[in-house]
Protein backbone atom coordinates (compact mmCIF):
# COMPACT_ATOMS: atom_id res chain seq x y z
CA UNK A 1 0.00 0.00 0.00
CA UNK A 2 2.93 2.15 0.85
CA UNK A 3 4.88 1.33 -2.50
CA UNK A 4 2.05 2.27 -4.52
CA UNK A 5 1.41 5.56 -2.16
CA UNK A 6 5.06 6.28 -2.90
CA UNK A 7 4.41 6.10 -7.14
CA UNK A 8 1.57 7.60 -7.51
CA UNK A 9 3.14 10.88 -5.04
CA UNK A 10 6.52 10.78 -7.71
CA UNK A 11 4.39 10.60 -10.34
CA UNK A 12 2.68 13.52 -9.82
CA UNK A 13 5.61 15.74 -8.50
CA UNK A 14 7.23 14.25 -11.74
CA UNK A 15 4.43 15.70 -13.56
CA UNK A 16 3.73 19.39 -12.00
CA UNK A 17 7.64 19.66 -12.53
CA UNK A 18 7.19 18.49 -16.00
CA UNK A 19 4.23 21.40 -16.57
CA UNK A 20 6.62 24.03 -15.30
CA UNK A 21 9.13 23.47 -17.34
CA UNK A 22 6.89 24.72 -20.38
CA UNK A 23 7.41 27.60 -22.10
CA UNK A 24 3.92 28.96 -22.56
CA UNK A 25 4.36 31.95 -24.54
CA UNK A 26 4.10 30.00 -28.03
CA UNK A 27 1.26 27.58 -26.84
CA UNK A 28 -2.37 28.39 -28.28
CA UNK A 29 -4.97 27.63 -25.50
CA UNK A 30 -6.18 25.19 -28.54
CA UNK A 31 -2.86 23.12 -28.41
CA UNK A 32 -3.18 22.44 -24.46
CA UNK A 33 -6.45 20.86 -24.57
CA UNK A 34 -6.29 17.30 -24.21
CA UNK A 35 -8.34 15.44 -26.69
CA UNK A 36 -9.01 18.08 -29.23
CA UNK A 37 -10.86 16.98 -32.06
CA UNK A 38 -9.90 17.66 -35.80
CA UNK A 39 -12.77 17.43 -38.10
CA UNK A 40 -11.68 16.46 -41.91
CA UNK A 41 -14.73 17.57 -44.07
CA UNK A 42 -12.98 18.84 -46.97
CA UNK A 43 -13.31 17.22 -49.83
CA UNK A 44 -9.79 16.29 -51.78
CA UNK A 45 -8.81 13.75 -54.09
CA UNK A 46 -11.23 14.76 -56.60
CA UNK A 47 -11.80 12.67 -59.85
CA UNK A 48 -13.82 11.96 -62.89
CA UNK A 49 -14.89 8.76 -64.50
CA UNK A 50 -16.94 8.01 -67.68
CA UNK A 51 -20.86 6.56 -66.18
CA UNK A 52 -23.04 4.18 -67.75
CA UNK A 53 -22.99 5.67 -70.96
CA UNK A 54 -21.38 8.97 -72.70
CA UNK A 55 -24.14 11.36 -71.45
CA UNK A 56 -22.68 10.68 -67.99
CA UNK A 57 -20.04 11.02 -65.54
CA UNK A 58 -19.31 9.97 -62.07
CA UNK A 59 -17.68 12.35 -59.95
CA UNK A 60 -15.83 10.97 -56.72
CA UNK A 61 -14.05 12.27 -54.01
CA UNK A 62 -13.01 11.61 -50.19
CA UNK A 63 -13.09 13.18 -46.49
CA UNK A 64 -11.74 11.87 -43.86
CA UNK A 65 -15.30 12.58 -42.09
CA UNK A 66 -18.63 11.93 -43.14
CA UNK A 67 -20.56 14.56 -45.52
CA UNK A 68 -23.60 14.91 -47.67
CA UNK A 69 -22.07 13.87 -51.43
CA UNK A 70 -23.23 16.82 -53.26
CA UNK A 71 -22.28 18.13 -56.57
CA UNK A 72 -23.12 21.40 -58.18
CA UNK A 73 -22.54 21.98 -61.80
CA UNK A 74 -24.00 23.45 -65.23
CA UNK A 75 -22.82 24.71 -68.45
CA UNK A 76 -23.68 28.43 -67.35
CA UNK A 77 -22.89 27.91 -63.97
CA UNK A 78 -23.84 26.09 -60.65
CA UNK A 79 -27.16 26.17 -61.80
CA UNK A 80 -27.42 22.32 -61.18
CA UNK A 81 -27.50 19.95 -58.62
CA UNK A 82 -26.64 16.26 -58.02
CA UNK A 83 -26.73 14.12 -55.01
CA UNK A 84 -24.87 10.68 -54.25
CA UNK A 85 -23.60 8.51 -51.27
CA UNK A 86 -20.32 7.97 -49.33
CA UNK A 87 -18.82 4.67 -48.64
CA UNK A 88 -16.97 4.17 -45.51
CA UNK A 89 -13.36 2.70 -46.47
CA UNK A 90 -11.47 1.27 -43.66
CA UNK A 91 -7.47 0.58 -44.60
CA UNK A 92 -6.15 -2.54 -43.05
CA UNK A 93 -3.09 -1.25 -41.88
CA UNK A 94 -2.62 -0.54 -38.18
CA UNK A 95 -3.43 2.43 -37.58
CA UNK A 96 -7.51 1.33 -39.64
CA UNK A 97 -7.91 4.72 -40.79
CA UNK A 98 -10.77 5.79 -42.08
CA UNK A 99 -12.27 7.84 -45.14
CA UNK A 100 -15.22 8.10 -46.94
CA UNK A 101 -15.75 7.82 -50.56
CA UNK A 102 -18.33 9.79 -52.41
CA UNK A 103 -19.73 9.51 -55.82
CA UNK A 104 -22.78 11.43 -57.37
CA UNK A 105 -23.18 10.59 -61.16
CA UNK A 106 -24.02 13.75 -63.34
CA UNK A 107 -26.62 12.16 -66.08
CA UNK A 108 -28.57 13.60 -69.40
CA UNK A 109 -25.09 16.09 -69.95
CA UNK A 110 -25.61 17.61 -73.44
CA UNK A 111 -22.79 15.97 -75.40
CA UNK A 112 -19.65 18.52 -76.48
CA UNK A 113 -20.34 20.99 -73.64
CA UNK A 114 -18.13 22.79 -70.99
CA UNK A 115 -19.34 22.36 -68.12
CA UNK A 116 -17.82 23.94 -64.63
CA UNK A 117 -17.99 21.76 -61.23
CA UNK A 118 -17.84 21.59 -57.61
CA UNK A 119 -18.19 19.16 -55.15
CA UNK A 120 -18.60 18.79 -51.19
CA UNK A 121 -21.44 19.67 -48.89
CA UNK A 122 -22.43 22.67 -46.71
CA UNK A 123 -19.42 21.74 -44.51
CA UNK A 124 -16.95 22.10 -47.42
CA UNK A 125 -16.61 22.44 -51.23
CA UNK A 126 -13.59 21.82 -53.65
CA UNK A 127 -12.29 24.48 -56.04
CA UNK A 128 -14.34 24.84 -59.14
CA UNK A 129 -13.56 22.36 -61.80
CA UNK A 130 -14.34 21.47 -65.19
CA UNK A 131 -14.72 18.71 -67.93
CA UNK A 132 -15.73 18.71 -71.79
CA UNK A 133 -18.85 16.15 -71.98
CA UNK A 134 -18.54 13.35 -74.44
CA UNK A 135 -19.84 13.21 -77.67
CA UNK A 136 -22.69 11.02 -78.26
CA UNK A 137 -23.01 8.40 -81.12
CA UNK A 138 -19.54 6.84 -82.82
CA UNK A 139 -18.57 9.60 -85.75
CA UNK A 140 -16.07 11.11 -83.82
CA UNK A 141 -12.10 10.60 -82.83
CA UNK A 142 -11.60 9.84 -79.45
CA UNK A 143 -7.70 10.59 -78.36
CA UNK A 144 -6.66 9.00 -74.85
CA UNK A 145 -3.64 9.11 -72.80
CA UNK A 146 -2.63 5.49 -71.85
CA UNK A 147 -0.07 4.24 -69.91
CA UNK A 148 0.88 1.59 -66.27
CA UNK A 149 2.79 1.94 -63.55
CA UNK A 150 2.88 5.76 -62.43
CA UNK A 151 3.80 5.97 -58.31
CA UNK A 152 3.91 8.49 -56.13
CA UNK A 153 7.91 8.79 -56.35
CA UNK A 154 9.41 9.23 -59.50
CA UNK A 155 6.22 9.89 -61.27
CA UNK A 156 8.24 11.37 -64.41
CA UNK A 157 5.33 11.71 -66.95
CA UNK A 158 3.00 13.29 -64.47
CA UNK A 159 3.80 16.99 -64.86
CA UNK A 160 3.88 16.70 -68.84
CA UNK A 161 0.35 14.73 -68.57
CA UNK A 162 -0.88 17.74 -66.17
CA UNK A 163 0.40 20.49 -68.72
CA UNK A 164 -1.23 18.41 -71.62
CA UNK A 165 -4.35 17.96 -70.00
CA UNK A 166 -5.06 21.91 -69.42
CA UNK A 167 -4.32 22.17 -73.03
CA UNK A 168 -7.13 19.75 -73.65
CA UNK A 169 -5.23 17.53 -75.37
CA UNK A 170 -7.40 14.39 -74.22
CA UNK A 171 -10.59 12.95 -74.11
CA UNK A 172 -10.05 10.54 -71.48
CA UNK A 173 -7.18 8.93 -69.85
CA UNK A 174 -6.20 4.93 -69.71
CA UNK A 175 -4.41 3.78 -66.27
CA UNK A 176 -3.50 0.55 -66.98
CA UNK A 177 -2.47 -0.73 -63.58
CA UNK A 178 -0.05 -0.35 -60.64
CA UNK A 179 -0.45 2.85 -58.80
CA UNK A 180 1.61 4.88 -56.07
CA UNK A 181 3.48 2.21 -55.03
CA UNK A 182 1.85 1.48 -53.08
CA UNK A 183 -1.38 2.87 -52.29
CA UNK A 184 -2.11 0.76 -49.13
CA UNK A 185 1.84 2.14 -47.69
CA UNK A 186 2.03 4.18 -44.71
CA UNK A 187 -1.57 2.82 -43.65
CA UNK A 188 -3.01 4.34 -47.04
CA UNK A 189 -1.15 8.04 -46.90
CA UNK A 190 0.50 7.26 -50.14
CA UNK A 191 -2.63 6.22 -52.06
CA UNK A 192 -3.81 9.50 -50.50
CA UNK A 193 -1.32 11.40 -51.71
CA UNK A 194 -1.11 9.51 -55.06
CA UNK A 195 -4.92 10.44 -55.55
CA UNK A 196 -4.02 14.17 -54.99
CA UNK A 197 -1.56 13.84 -56.86
CA UNK A 198 -3.50 12.99 -60.54
CA UNK A 199 -5.95 15.28 -59.55
CA UNK A 200 -5.07 17.86 -62.05
CA UNK A 201 -5.99 15.61 -64.61
CA UNK A 202 -8.50 13.42 -63.35
CA UNK A 203 -10.46 16.26 -61.91
CA UNK A 204 -10.86 17.52 -65.37
CA UNK A 205 -10.74 14.40 -67.97
CA UNK A 206 -12.57 10.92 -67.23
CA UNK A 207 -9.76 8.56 -65.49
CA UNK A 208 -10.33 4.74 -66.62
CA UNK A 209 -8.00 1.76 -64.61
CA UNK A 210 -7.71 -1.37 -64.57
CA UNK A 211 -6.18 -3.27 -61.64
CA UNK A 212 -2.36 -4.06 -61.04
CA UNK A 213 -0.48 -6.46 -59.31
CA UNK A 214 0.87 -3.40 -56.73
CA UNK A 215 -2.81 -3.29 -55.73
CA UNK A 216 -3.29 -6.51 -54.19
CA UNK A 217 -2.55 -5.58 -50.48
CA UNK A 218 -6.13 -6.23 -48.52
CA UNK A 219 -7.75 -7.93 -50.99
CA UNK A 220 -7.47 -5.37 -53.95
CA UNK A 221 -9.32 -3.05 -51.46
CA UNK A 222 -7.48 0.47 -51.97
CA UNK A 223 -8.05 -0.15 -55.42
CA UNK A 224 -11.78 -1.33 -55.57
CA UNK A 225 -12.65 1.47 -53.27
CA UNK A 226 -10.94 4.52 -54.64
CA UNK A 227 -12.17 4.31 -57.87
CA UNK A 228 -15.62 4.00 -59.57
CA UNK A 229 -16.00 2.22 -63.15
CA UNK A 230 -19.41 1.16 -64.93
CA UNK A 231 -21.98 -1.55 -64.40
CA UNK A 232 -18.85 -3.02 -61.97
CA UNK A 233 -18.85 -3.39 -57.82
CA UNK A 234 -15.10 -3.45 -57.59
CA UNK A 235 -13.57 -2.62 -60.64
CA UNK A 236 -12.37 -5.46 -61.89
CA UNK A 237 -13.86 -5.85 -65.37
CA UNK A 238 -16.28 -3.93 -66.73
CA UNK A 239 -16.46 -2.40 -70.28
CA UNK A 240 -17.57 0.74 -72.17
CA UNK A 241 -17.98 2.42 -75.57
CA UNK A 242 -16.24 5.50 -77.02
CA UNK A 243 -16.75 6.75 -80.29
CA UNK A 244 -16.26 4.12 -82.75
CA UNK A 245 -14.50 1.14 -80.16
CA UNK A 246 -15.34 -0.99 -77.58
CA UNK A 247 -13.12 -0.86 -74.53
CA UNK A 248 -12.69 -4.03 -72.55
CA UNK A 249 -11.01 -3.25 -68.59
CA UNK A 250 -9.90 -6.53 -67.16
CA UNK A 251 -7.65 -8.15 -63.94
CA UNK A 252 -4.84 -10.38 -64.69
CA UNK A 253 -4.28 -10.59 -61.17
CA UNK A 254 -6.76 -13.49 -60.95
CA UNK A 255 -4.44 -15.11 -62.69
CA UNK A 256 -1.63 -15.07 -60.01
CA UNK A 257 -3.43 -14.34 -56.30
CA UNK A 258 -5.59 -17.32 -56.09
CA UNK A 259 -5.51 -17.32 -52.56
CA UNK A 260 -8.63 -15.01 -53.01
CA UNK A 261 -10.46 -18.22 -54.96
CA UNK A 262 -10.51 -19.21 -58.41
CA UNK A 263 -13.76 -18.23 -58.81
CA UNK A 264 -12.65 -14.89 -59.69
CA UNK A 265 -10.96 -16.30 -62.77
CA UNK A 266 -14.31 -18.20 -63.91
CA UNK A 267 -16.57 -15.58 -62.91
CA UNK A 268 -14.52 -13.03 -64.96
CA UNK A 269 -13.62 -15.49 -68.20
CA UNK A 270 -17.49 -15.73 -69.01
CA UNK A 271 -18.38 -12.20 -68.54
CA UNK A 272 -15.04 -11.80 -70.64
CA UNK A 273 -16.69 -14.00 -73.43
CA UNK A 274 -20.68 -12.65 -72.65
CA UNK A 275 -19.03 -9.22 -73.29
CA UNK A 276 -17.35 -10.63 -76.75
CA UNK A 277 -20.15 -11.96 -78.13
CA UNK A 278 -22.11 -9.05 -77.55
CA UNK A 279 -19.56 -6.84 -78.94
CA UNK A 280 -19.34 -9.02 -81.94
CA UNK A 281 -23.16 -9.15 -83.18
CA UNK A 282 -23.28 -7.92 -86.41
CA UNK A 283 -25.22 -5.20 -86.05
CA UNK A 284 -22.65 -3.70 -82.65
CA UNK A 285 -19.77 -4.72 -84.69
CA UNK A 286 -21.28 -2.46 -87.27
CA UNK A 287 -21.53 0.83 -85.30
CA UNK A 288 -18.23 0.48 -83.23
CA UNK A 289 -15.88 -1.72 -84.79
CA UNK A 290 -12.64 -1.01 -82.97
CA UNK A 291 -12.49 -3.74 -79.93
CA UNK A 292 -9.98 -2.80 -77.70
CA UNK A 293 -8.57 -5.02 -74.39
CA UNK A 294 -6.73 -3.61 -71.62
CA UNK A 295 -5.22 -5.48 -68.55
CA UNK A 296 -2.02 -4.94 -66.52
CA UNK A 297 0.24 -8.12 -66.85
CA UNK A 298 1.08 -8.63 -70.53
CA UNK A 299 1.01 -12.13 -72.51
CA UNK A 300 4.43 -11.28 -74.14
CA UNK A 301 7.26 -9.16 -73.91
CA UNK A 302 11.30 -9.37 -73.72
CA UNK A 303 12.39 -7.77 -70.56
CA UNK A 304 15.04 -8.69 -68.40
CA UNK A 305 13.16 -8.95 -65.38
CA UNK A 306 12.01 -12.70 -64.83
CA UNK A 307 8.23 -12.04 -65.20
CA UNK A 308 5.92 -14.22 -66.54
CA UNK A 309 5.70 -13.00 -69.44
CA UNK A 310 9.58 -14.14 -70.81
CA UNK A 311 7.88 -17.94 -70.18
CA UNK A 312 6.53 -19.74 -73.58
CA UNK A 313 3.12 -20.00 -71.37
CA UNK A 314 2.18 -17.32 -69.56
CA UNK A 315 -0.89 -17.22 -67.21
CA UNK A 316 -2.82 -14.74 -68.90
CA UNK A 317 -1.80 -16.28 -72.09
CA UNK A 318 -2.49 -20.01 -71.73
CA UNK A 319 -4.23 -20.57 -68.63
CA UNK A 320 -4.23 -21.72 -65.28
CA UNK A 321 -1.16 -24.31 -64.87
CA UNK A 322 -1.37 -28.29 -65.80
CA UNK A 323 -5.00 -27.82 -66.60
CA UNK A 324 -4.58 -24.53 -68.91
CA UNK A 325 -8.13 -23.09 -68.53
CA UNK A 326 -9.21 -19.64 -69.28
CA UNK A 327 -6.31 -18.08 -71.21
CA UNK A 328 -7.27 -15.47 -73.12
CA UNK A 329 -4.93 -15.01 -76.03
CA UNK A 330 -7.55 -17.87 -78.04
CA UNK A 331 -10.56 -16.02 -76.48
CA UNK A 332 -9.32 -12.89 -78.08
CA UNK A 333 -8.55 -14.17 -81.14
CA UNK A 334 -11.44 -15.68 -81.47
CA UNK A 335 -13.48 -12.94 -81.14
CA UNK A 336 -11.50 -10.49 -83.71
CA UNK A 337 -9.72 -8.42 -80.94
CA UNK A 338 -7.79 -5.60 -82.86
CA UNK A 339 -5.67 -4.23 -79.76
CA UNK A 340 -4.35 -5.88 -77.34
CA UNK A 341 -2.74 -2.78 -74.15
CA UNK A 342 -0.61 -3.96 -71.58
CA UNK A 343 1.53 -2.74 -69.08
CA UNK A 344 3.74 -3.95 -66.24
CA UNK A 345 7.05 -3.94 -67.30
CA UNK A 346 8.87 -0.98 -67.05
CA UNK A 347 9.39 -0.20 -70.61
CA UNK A 348 7.68 0.43 -74.38
CA UNK A 349 7.43 -2.36 -76.50
CA UNK A 350 5.49 -2.95 -79.59
CA UNK A 351 4.81 -6.20 -80.84
CA UNK A 352 3.73 -7.17 -84.63
CA UNK A 353 0.64 -8.43 -84.72
CA UNK A 354 1.02 -12.36 -82.80
CA UNK A 355 -1.07 -15.64 -82.25
CA UNK A 356 0.69 -18.50 -80.26
CA UNK A 357 3.96 -16.84 -81.11
CA UNK A 358 3.84 -16.51 -84.60
CA UNK A 359 3.88 -13.34 -86.33
CA UNK A 360 0.59 -12.52 -88.88
CA UNK A 361 1.83 -9.26 -90.34
CA UNK A 362 -0.54 -7.90 -93.00
CA UNK A 363 1.61 -7.74 -95.19
CA UNK A 364 5.33 -7.32 -95.92
CA UNK A 365 5.27 -3.42 -96.73
CA UNK A 366 1.88 -2.88 -94.25
CA UNK A 367 2.30 -4.96 -91.23
CA UNK A 368 -0.25 -3.36 -89.36
CA UNK A 369 -2.76 -3.31 -92.26
CA UNK A 370 -5.39 -5.67 -92.50
CA UNK A 371 -3.41 -7.37 -89.60
CA UNK A 372 -4.38 -11.36 -89.36
CA UNK A 373 -3.64 -11.56 -85.45
CA UNK A 374 -4.18 -8.69 -82.41
CA UNK A 375 -1.81 -6.27 -81.82
CA UNK A 376 -0.11 -5.81 -78.65
CA UNK A 377 0.99 -2.96 -76.89
CA UNK A 378 3.17 -2.78 -73.82
CA UNK A 379 3.08 0.56 -72.19
CA UNK A 380 4.46 0.47 -68.40
CA UNK A 381 7.13 3.24 -68.16
CA UNK A 382 5.23 6.66 -67.01
CA UNK A 383 7.30 6.66 -64.00
CA UNK A 384 7.72 5.21 -60.37
CA UNK A 385 10.20 4.36 -57.62
CA UNK A 386 11.41 0.81 -59.37
CA UNK A 387 12.80 2.78 -62.07
CA UNK A 388 12.80 1.24 -65.78
CA UNK A 389 13.41 -2.03 -67.50
CA UNK A 390 16.58 -3.45 -68.73
CA UNK A 391 15.47 -5.73 -72.22
CA UNK A 392 16.90 -9.28 -73.36
CA UNK A 393 18.96 -8.88 -75.80
CA UNK A 394 17.85 -11.21 -78.73
CA UNK A 395 13.98 -11.05 -77.96
CA UNK A 396 11.85 -13.68 -80.35
CA UNK A 397 10.23 -12.53 -83.44
CA UNK A 398 6.89 -10.82 -82.68
CA UNK A 399 9.21 -8.46 -80.79
CA UNK A 400 9.10 -4.99 -83.43
CA UNK A 401 10.40 -2.44 -81.22
CA UNK A 402 11.78 -1.70 -77.52
CA UNK A 403 12.68 1.43 -75.69
CA UNK A 404 13.67 1.80 -72.07
CA UNK A 405 12.42 5.64 -71.98
CA UNK A 406 10.50 7.02 -69.27
CA UNK A 407 7.01 7.83 -71.10
CA UNK A 408 3.29 7.41 -72.03
CA UNK A 409 1.24 6.49 -75.47
CA UNK A 410 -1.53 8.79 -77.25
CA UNK A 411 -3.89 7.10 -79.05
CA UNK A 412 -6.59 8.52 -81.30
CA UNK A 413 -9.22 6.01 -83.31
CA UNK A 414 -9.89 8.57 -86.17
CA UNK A 415 -12.65 6.29 -87.48
CA UNK A 416 -13.93 2.82 -88.10
CA UNK A 417 -10.76 1.99 -90.31
CA UNK A 418 -7.83 4.22 -89.14
CA UNK A 419 -6.40 3.95 -85.26
CA UNK A 420 -3.03 6.01 -84.41
CA UNK A 421 -0.70 5.16 -81.41
CA UNK A 422 2.47 6.96 -80.25
CA UNK A 423 4.98 6.41 -78.15
CA UNK A 424 6.03 9.73 -75.75
CA UNK A 425 9.39 9.84 -74.57
CA UNK A 426 9.60 12.13 -71.41
CA UNK A 427 13.56 11.38 -71.55
CA UNK A 428 13.40 13.30 -74.34
CA UNK A 429 11.25 15.91 -73.36
CA UNK A 430 8.31 15.08 -75.38
CA UNK A 431 9.72 13.68 -78.38
CA UNK A 432 7.94 11.02 -80.46
CA UNK A 433 9.76 7.93 -80.13
CA UNK A 434 6.94 5.14 -82.02
CA UNK A 435 4.67 5.42 -83.99
CA UNK A 436 2.17 3.06 -85.81
CA UNK A 437 -1.33 3.60 -87.96
CA UNK A 438 -3.33 0.48 -87.09
CA UNK A 439 -5.25 -0.13 -89.93
CA UNK A 440 -8.48 -2.18 -90.93
CA UNK A 441 -10.70 -2.29 -93.56
CA UNK A 442 -12.24 -4.92 -92.45
CA UNK A 443 -12.96 -6.58 -88.83
CA UNK A 444 -13.82 -9.53 -87.15
CA UNK A 445 -12.80 -13.22 -87.20
CA UNK A 446 -9.30 -14.25 -88.02
CA UNK A 447 -8.10 -16.67 -90.37
CA UNK A 448 -7.57 -19.56 -88.09
CA UNK A 449 -10.24 -21.40 -86.44
CA UNK A 450 -9.94 -21.63 -82.39
CA UNK A 451 -11.54 -24.01 -80.06
CA UNK A 452 -12.07 -22.52 -76.34
Not at 65 to 85: C, K, W
Request: charge should be negative; proline fraction near 5%; aromatic fraction near 16%.
Amino acid sequence: MMSSLYRWCLWCMLFITGLSAIDNSNVTDSQLEIGKIVHYFQPEQVHLSMGENESSIVVTWSTFNYTDSVVEYGINGLVLRATGNATKFVDGGTLKRTQYVHRVTLKKLLPKSHYIYHCGSDLGWSPVFYFNSLPIGTDWSPRLAVYGDLGNENAQSLPRLQEETIKARYDMFLHVGDFAYDMYQENGEIGNEFMRQIEPIAAYVPYMVSVGNHEERYNFSHYSQRFSMPRTKDNMFYSFDLGPAHFIGFSTEAYYFLQYGIKQVTFQYQWLEDDLKEATKPENRAKRPWIITFGHRPMYCSDDDKDDCLNNESLVRSGLPIVKWFGLEDLFYKYGVDLEIWAHEHSYERLWPVYNHAVYNGSWDEPYRNPRAPVHIITGSAGCEEKTDPFIPHPRDWSAFRSSDYGYMRMQIFNSSHLYLEQVSDDLDGAILDHIWLIKDHHGEYELNVDL
